[in-house]
């Protein structure tokens, strides 16, 4: 299987501030990845799909880039409602595997 | 809108089975792939496997292999998913997650979860 390791576990920022998270995957995915945001009790939420193309209604605040096994997620502008727990998921292979997450929280 | 309905939580002893629906709405059911997801408390989720609606394939995570089974209703639109062999880790949020229909496979839309909880 391939494991997808992302960083930091969590952190802490502001709102206004740029946040970075990234995610490696074990062996080449090419741009197979996507991320995903969750707030407590909810189900993940499609941000971002194929590494960099923006899911329908999510703001272009989110930006991704990457490829191969490296790959970054992108808050330009944190606001209040972005604070949550990201996850990132590679389909280049099943099975489909997701990270451990980043949990995103306020300073 | 888009909307996938979920049954409600479960409480199974361990050795039991257990049955998730999933029922779709706002689009063409037989349009797009179910998946499954699962998420243990405080874990990053895990991917079951998927059903085509269509024509009722389906493909398991190996590690899901000889416990899953998933299935379909066309007439009411609705995906079930059933494990067996129930073990207290497989205590979790199970979630159905519909298949965007895209080069890159990713879930565009999910149920609310159904909590099962194995205990004895």
């Known amino acids: 299987d391939i494991q997808m390791t992302q960083s930091p576990s969590s952190l802490s920022a502001s709102v206004g501030d740029r946040v970075t998270i990234t995610c490696r995957a074990s062996q080449s995915i090419s741009t197979y990845l996507n991320w995903y945001q969750q707030k407590p009790g909810k189900a993940p939420k499609l941000l971002i799909y194929g590494t960099s193309s923006l899911q329908s209604g999510v703001p272009s605040r989110f930006s991704g880039s990457g490829s191969g096994t490296d790959f970054t997620l992108t808050i330009s502008s944190l606001q209040a409602e972005d604070f949550a727990t990201y996850y990132c998921q590679q389909s280049y292979r099943n099975p489909r595997t997701f990270g451990q997450g980043t949990n995103l929280a306020i300073k | 809108q888009v909307q996938l309905v979920q049954s409600g939580a479960e409480v199974k002893n361990p050795g039991a089975s257990v049955k998730v629906s999933c029922t779709a709405s706002?689009?063409?059911?037989?349009?797009?792939?179910i998946h499954w997801v699962r998420q243990a408390p405080g874990q990053g989720p895990e991917w079951l496997g998927w059903?085509?609606?269509?024509?009722?394939?389906?493909y398991f995570a190996q590690k899901f292999q000889d416990r899953v089974t998933m299935t379909r209703d066309t007439s009411i639109a609705s995906a079930y998913m059933e494990l067996s062999r129930l073990r207290t880790d497989d205590t979790a949020m199970y979630y159905c997650?519909?298949?965007?229909?895209?080069?890159?496979?990713?879930?565009?839309?999910w149920g609310q979860g159904t909590l099962v909880t194995v205990s004895s």
């Open positions: 706002g689009y063409t059911f037989t349009d797009h792939y």
């Open positions: 059903i085509s609606p269509n024509s009722g394939a389906t």
């Open positions: 997650a519909r298949d965007a229909d895209r080069v890159v496979v990713s879930f565009d839309y």
